[in-house]
């Protein structure tokens, strides 16, 4: 149980980043990025390959998301000065070709070239090899510190939030008996020392550190520029803002964002293949991202807390409730987080935790 509640706590923060990066690039700023993936693929390859060749692992994950950015860039100025439909189709497009390319080229592993189609194995991981007492009882306080930063920012977000609606409350609930539950598995772990157990600490860790750093950029003069783009770009505009430079920004550094979630995932996985970086990662992202409310740094954490709750809940009770084959069974599963979002956009369009007036869906 402690095992797989670390493997959920690790899984969940990686998409919340990889999400989180998504949200800068529609919730701020309104961009329709259908090939996000692109930038976790990038990242991910980018910082195993540095790594296979004697790079350090800081090094490389820091290079991976550099990748990703440089990708933002090259994307931005390719297409962003076509409508926002013809946006989305390319941005799928680049998301494929990063996938085939991959796939088909052969790739520099350590001193060998190997075709990129049997994937790349057998590469570091942060924090594999156990730590001594004083390094484990160190992480344990990080993670006690973080755990702390968490519920006080939950008691504290619930109290100003406490007049307008149940669901805060609710929300605030959730998050914070999970983030207990959380803390007692990781604690568990890292005593008796699981390499996930480490890897979790430190997502965790990249988590809080961005979602801080996003939510001051959120406020601050650029993030508001960013929003006043997504409303109506003619606006800032007239107020003499260069907003295609503000487009490309949002798309490198949701890009960089994705890029280090890309690290992670490999790192999580152990082995990469292709076939890891569908364009379905991408349109979950986005099921987060609607689920939390667009625009809203926790609503996308909370996005990802729910699509994650939902997918083991269900892969644990469906099988014994339905009389499905397992390919039944998945098609059955996607059916019925579709049908949670219809009755969402009904219920609340704006998401969860959304603010109506930065409602973003058919702008």
């Known amino acids: 149980m402690v095992d797989y509640l670390i493997f959920l706590a690790i899984s969940t923060a990686i998409f919340a980043l990889f999400a989180l990066g998504l949200n800068l690039q529609w919730g701020f700023t309104g961009l329709i990025n259908f090939g996000h993936i692109a930038f976790m693929t990038l990242g991910a390859y980018t910082t195993v390959l540095l790594s296979l060749q004697g790079i350090p692992l800081l090094i490389s994950a820091i290079l991976g998301a550099v990748a990703a950015t440089l990708l933002g860039l090259v994307i931005g100025f390719a297409t962003l000065r076509l409508r926002a439909d013809y946006l989305s189709i390319v941005t799928i497009g ?27 194995q057998s590469y570091a991981i942060p924090l594999a090899d156990t730590p001594n007492m004083v390094s484990r009882i160190l992480m344990i306080g990080l993670l006690t510190v973080l755990m702390v930063i968490t519920c006080w920012t939950l008691w504290h977000w619930v109290r100003k939030h406490q007049e307008e609606s149940i669901t805060f409350r609710g929300v605030g609930t959730i998050l914070g008996v999970l983030a207990i539950a959380i803390y007692l598995s990781g604690v568990t772990a890292l005593y008796n020392y699981n390499t996930k157990a480490g890897l979790m600490v430190l997502v965790l860790l990249v988590l809080a550190l961005v979602f801080w750093r996003l939510e001051i950029l959120g406020r601050s003069p650029w993030g508001r520029v960013l929003k006043a783009i997504r409303e109506d770009e003619e606006v800032p505009k007239a107020l003499g803002k260069n907003v295609f430079w503000y487009k490309v920004q949002s798309l490198m550094l949701g890009g960089a964002i ?106």
């Open 94 to 120: 680049v998301g494929e070709l990063i996938r085939l390319v991959v796939n088909n080229q052969d790739l520099p592993v350590g001193k060998s070239w190997v075709s990129g189609t049997f994937g790349v």
């Open 258 to 363: 994705a890029g280090l979630a890309g690290a992670f995932f490999a790192w999580q996985l152990s082995a990469i293949y292709p076939d890891d970086f569908q364009p379905q990662l991408t349109f979950d992202a986005w099921i987060m991202v609607i689920l939390g409310g667009s625009g809203q740094n926790l609503g996308t954490i909370l996005g990802a807390v729910i699509y994650f709750a939902y997918d083991a809940i269900t892969r644990e009770l469906l099988p014994r409730m339905v009389p499905l084959d397992v390919e039944r069974l998945g098609a059955f599963r996607i059916m019925v987080i579709g049908l949670i979002l219809m009755v969402l956009m009904i219920w609340r369009p704006q998401g969860i935790l959304g603010k109506k007036e930065e409602l973003t869906l058919g702008k």
